[in-house]
C-alpha cells in the first residue's frame, strides 16, 4: 500500500473495482436506502432537529467516509446514541427550533470532525481506549432507555421535557391526562407492527416459500410500509385536525454546501461536548467495523478511521447535517446485502439524494408517533442487561464502573454518565495497580517452572527468597512494593538472597527505579542481597542507562531456574 493510498483507501479498493462488485454494492445500497430514510427522519426529530437535517446528515458523510475510511461494509449516518447526545449539547446553549439550534448542531458537526482528523493525523486513536467496554455498553443502555422514554409523549401526543430519566417520567405523568388517543392508536400500532416485523416477519415469508433474501429485504422495509401507511391515514382522515402532531412540511431539495457561522462563545460551549462525542461515536464505529472486517479477513486502521469519521463529519457540517458516526445495524444490513466496498455508501448517498429531491413532499402528512416507534424499537434493541449481568459475576470493579455509567446517565444526564463511568474506571485500574499481585514462588519439583507457594506443592529455600512482581513498576505501586518486600524479608531470619522475578513486568518509570534502588540499599544493610531474574529487553535497556545496575549488590538473570541453580551453588 502506497503512502497517498493508505491515506485515501479509495485509490486501493477503486484499482479492483469490477462490474459484478458494482450490482453487489447497488442491490446493497438500495436496501440500506430503504432502511435508512426513516431512520434518518426519526434520528433528526430525536436530535430536535427538523427531519430534513437526518437526511442531509446521510448524504455527503457517506460519500466522505467512502472517500477516506477504510472499513469496506461501515454504513455512516445519522444514529440514536449521537443524535441523543447532540440534543443534550445543544440543548444547554439555543433554544430548540430557533435558528441558533441548527447552526449549533452543524458547528457541532464541524468541530467533532476536525477534532477527529486531528486525533487521526497525530495517531491519537489510544485515546478511545479510555473507554472501557463496560462503560461503553453500560453507557448505550442507559441511553436506549433514555431514549425510549423520551419518545414516549410522541406515543401520547403530549407535550414533556427533560434531560434525564426522573424529570422525563414526572413530565409525561404531569401531561397524561391530556393524551392524544388517535396518537396513542396510532404509535401503539405502529410498536406492535415493527416488533412484529423484527421479530417474526422473517420467518413467516420463508414458511410461505419466499427465498430467505427477498424476506431480508421486506423485512427492512417494514419502516417504510408504517411510515407510508400512516401518511395514508393521516392524509384520508384529516388526522391533523384531530390533534395528531405530524411532520410537517419538509423543505425540497439539497442543501448548498457551506461553513456554518462561527460564534467563538459557542464553539467554546460545545468543545467538551464534541470531543465526548466524536471519543464514543469512534469507539463504537471502530468496534462495528473490527467485527465486520474480521469475517472477512480484512483489516481496518484506527488512526486511518479517525480521519475517515472525521471527515464524514466535516462533511456533514458544510451540509446542514449533524453529527454522524458508524451505525451498528444498518452496517450489519449493509454486510449481510453483500456490499464490498464503501462504493456502497456513495451509491446509498445518491438513494438519499434522489429522496431528498422528489419524495420530500410526500412526507408532510406523517405522524410523528410513527418515527417514535421506529425510534424506540430500534434503541431498546441496544439495552442488553445480559451484559450487566456477565460484567457482574466476571467482575465486580467493572461493574461498578459499568453501574456509575447506567446510574449516572439516567438521573444525572448523558454527559455526567460517560464522565463518571471513565472517572472510575480509571480509579480502580489505579488502585488494582497500585497493590499489584506479587507472589512468593518456588521450583515445580522435576521442572523448571516456579509457580506460586499457596498454589501449588513447589521447592523452596529457607535462605533464598524468589517473588514474582505481576504488574509494571510505577510511582502508585512503588510504595507497596516497599512494603511488600520488607514484610518478607522480616519473617524470614534466615534470609540471604532476594530474587526479584520480573517476568511479568513490562516497565519501570523513575520512581520505581528509586524505590529497587532504596530497596537494594536496605536489603544491603541487612546483609542480604538482591538478585533480578527474567528482566524484558526493553525494562533492561532503561536500567542500563541508569546506576542502579551498578550498585545492584547481586546479579541479573535469565530465567529464575538460573537463579536458583547459581545461588544455591554459592553455599
Known amino acids: 500500500m502506497t503512502r497517498l493510498s493508505r491515506h485515501l483507501p479509495i485509490l486501493e479498493w477503486g484499482r479492483q473495482y469490477r462490474s459484478s462488485t458494482f450490482t453487489n454494492d447497488l442491490v446493497a445500497a438500495v436496501i440500506v436506502t430503504i432502511m435508512l430514510i426513516p431512520q434518518s427522519l426519526a434520528y433528526a426529530m430525536l436530535a430536535g432537529l427538523p427531519p430534513e437535517v437526518g437526511l442531509y446528515a446521510s448524504i455527503l458523510p457517506l460519500v466522505a467516509y467512502a472517500i477516506f475510511g477504510t472499513s469496506r461494509t461501515l454504513a455512516v449516518g445519522p444514529v440514536a446514541v449521537v443524535s441523543l447526545m447532540t440534543a443534550t449539547a445543544i440543548g444547554e446553549i439555543a433554544a430548540q427550533g430557533s435558528e441558533s439550534y441548527l447552526v449549533a448542531a452543524t458547528l457541532l458537526a464541524l468541530i467533532s470532525g476536525v477534532m477527529l482528523v486531528a486525533m487521526g493525523l497525530f495517531r491519537l486513536g489510544f485515546v478511545a481506549n479510555f473507554l472501557s467496554h463496560p462503560v461503553i455498553s453500560g453507557f448505550i443502555t442507559a441511553s436506549g432507555l433514555l431514549i425510549a422514554a423520551g419518545q414516549v409523549r410522541h406515543l401520547l401526543g403530549v407535550p414533556s421535557s427533560g434531560h434525564t430519566l426522573p424529570e422525563i417520567v414526572t413530565s409525561l405523568v404531569e401531561n397524561l391526562p391530556s393524551t392524544n388517543f388517535p396518537t396513542l392508536v396510532i404509535g401503539v400500532g405502529v410498536l406492535a407492527f415493527l416488533y412484529f416485523v423484527r421479530l417474526k416477519l422473517k420467518s413467516v415469508l420463508v414458511a410461505l416459500g419466499i427465498k430467505p433474501r427477498l424476506s431480508d429485504i421486506a423485512t427492512k422495509a417494514g419502516p417504510v410500509l408504517a411510515v407510508a401507511v400512516t401518511i395514508l391515514a393521516a392524509a384520508a382522515l384529516n388526522l391533523g385536525e384531530e390533534g395528531v402532531p405530524l411532520v410537517g412540511a419538509i423543505p425540497q431539495g439539497l442543501p448548498v454546501p457551506a461553513l456554518p457561522i462561527f460564534d467563538i462563545d459557542m464553539i467554546r460551549a460545545l468543545a467538551a461536548p464534541a470531543l465526548l462525542i466524536s471519543l464514543i461515536g469512534f469507539v463504537e464505529s471502530v468496534s462495528v467495523a473490527q467485527t465486520l472486517a474480521a469475517k472477512r479477513r480484512q483489516r481496518i486502521i484506527p488512526d486511518q478511521e479517525l480521519i475517515g469519521l472525521g471527515a464524514a463529519n466535516i462533511a456533514s457540517g458544510i ?23 464503501p462504493a456502497a455508501g456513495i451509491y446509498t448517498a445518491v438513494g438519499i439524494a434522489l429522496a431528498t429531491l422528489f419524495l420530500t413532499p410526500l412526507l408532510a402528512n406523517l405522524p410523528q408517533a410513527t418515527l417514535a416507534a421506529a425510534i424506540i424499537v430500534a434503541v431498546l434493541s441496544l439495552v442488553d442487561f445480559a451484559a450487566v449481568r456477565r460484567v457482574w459475576a466476571y467482575s465486580k470493579a467493572d461493574f461498578s464502573a459499568m453501574a456509575a455509567t447506567i446510574l449516572g446517565t439516567l438521573f444525572l444526564g448523558v454527559e ?30 522435576g521442572t523448571e517452572h516456579f509457580r506460586n507457594v499457596d498454589r501449588h506443592q513447589v521447592i523452596t529455600s529457607p535462605d533464598i527468597l524468589s517473588l514474582r512482581v505481576d504488574e509494571s513498576l510505577y510511582f502508585a505501586n512503588t510504595r ?33 527505579l528509586e524505590s529497587l534502588e532504596e530497596i537494594n540499599h536496605r536489603l544491603n544493610d541487612a546483609g542480604i542481597t538482591l538478585h533480578l531474574s527474567e528482566v524484558k529487553g526493553p525494562v533492561m535497556d532503561r536500567l542500563k542507562r541508569s546506576h542502579f545496575l551498578d550498585d545492584l549488590t ?11 541453580v547459581d545461588l544455591n551453588a554459592m553455599r
Not at 446542514?320 to 453483500?338: E, I, K, L, Q
Not at 474506571?425 to 518456588?442: C, I, K
Not at 511488600?484 to 538472597?497: G, N, Q, T, Y
Open 416 to 445: 455526567i454518565g460517560v464522565v463518571m463511568g471513565v472517572l472510575l474506571s480509571l480509579l480502580l485500574h489505579l488502585y488494582r495497580t497500585s497493590r499489584p499481585h506479587m507472589a512468593v514462588v518456588g521450583q515445580v519439583p
Open 319 to 341: 451540509s446542514a447535517g449533524y453529527p454522524v458516526t458508524g451505525g451498528f445495524a444498518r452496517s450489519v444490513v449493509n454486510f449481510d446485502a453483500g456490499a464490498e466496498t
Open 480 to 512: 507497596y512494593l516497599e512494603d511488600r518486600v520488607a514484610e518478607l524479608v522480616a519473617d524470614r531470619p534466615e534470609l540471604k538472597h532476594v530474587v526479584l522475578m520480573c517476568s511479568a513486568v513490562n516497565a519501570i518509570d523513575a520512581s520505581a
Open 554 to 564: 547481586g546479579s541479573i538473570f535469565l530465567s529464575q531456574y538460573d537463579a536458583i
